[in-house]
């Protein structure tokens, strides 16, 4: 890469886009923040569904990249940060609104991604348990989850909402871990 390009912090710009794409989308659907519509909402709309693949293609292409590239010690996380990929692009691929078989696929995607989130962050929060603030970023995701898990079935609630708060957490606790993640073994 040139010099005159600053050096990257992968996971930062992995939030940056996914959040940048989730402002972009909820600027043209509105609608968004009081429906109760989680982040998938804007893979069925014809206007919103170029962001929204982009930003969350893009941003779990980084970390997966990140992964394979940097993380040498800690296998599992290496490994579940390089599934969100597939995960990721799963999810896309079977938007929940064609068919029960879509959406059932979409739903079992986005179960992962959570699930393969939470792990991730309570194996870093407890390697590195030196830190404060891996205990309440993962009280954050986790309490965020649980609000994601019951605002899944009624009309109104903020679905979208807390699986924004729940990514944030989650990219903060890679964010503020990644020395440690990146150590080289001896």
């Known amino acids: 890469m040139p010099k005159f390009f600053p050096k ?9 886009i996914l959040l940048a794409g989730l402002i972009i989308d909820i ?3 509105p609608d968004s923040l009081s429906n109760n519509s989680g982040i998938s909402y804007f893979g069925i709309f014809f206007n919103t569904l170029p ?15 990140y992964a394979l590239r940097q993380i040498k010690q800690y296998k599992l996380v290496k490994y579940l940060l ?7 692009v799963l999810l896309i691929c079977f ?4 068919n029960r078989f879509y959406g059932d696929i979409h739903q079992t995607f986005g179960v992962l991604i959570f699930v393969s989130e939470l792990l991730i962050s309570f194996y870093v929060s407890e390697k590195f348990n030196k830190r ?3 205990h309440w970023l993962l ?10 898990a019951y605002y899944l079935s009624p009309t109104n609630g903020f679905l979208l909402q807390s699986q924004i708060v729940y990514q944030v957490a989650f990219g903060l606790i890679l964010y503020f871990n ?7 073994t001896d």
């Not at 990644?178 to 080289?184: I, N, R, S």
């Open 178 to 184: 990644q020395k440690e993640l990146t150590k080289k």
């Open 139 to 148: 009280s954050i995701e986790f309490i965020s989850g649980l609000f994601s």
């Open 82 to 88: 390089i599934a969100l990929f597939p995960f990721n």
């Open 132 to 134: 404060t603030i891996n």
């Open 8 to 16: 990257i912090n992968h996971i930062l710009l992995a939030v940056i």
């Open 51 to 65: 962001v929204y693949v982009i930003s969350l293609g893009t941003s779990s292409y980084i970390l997966a990249r």
């Open 27 to 29: 600027v043209i659907r």
């Open 95 to 98: 938007p929940y609104n064609v």
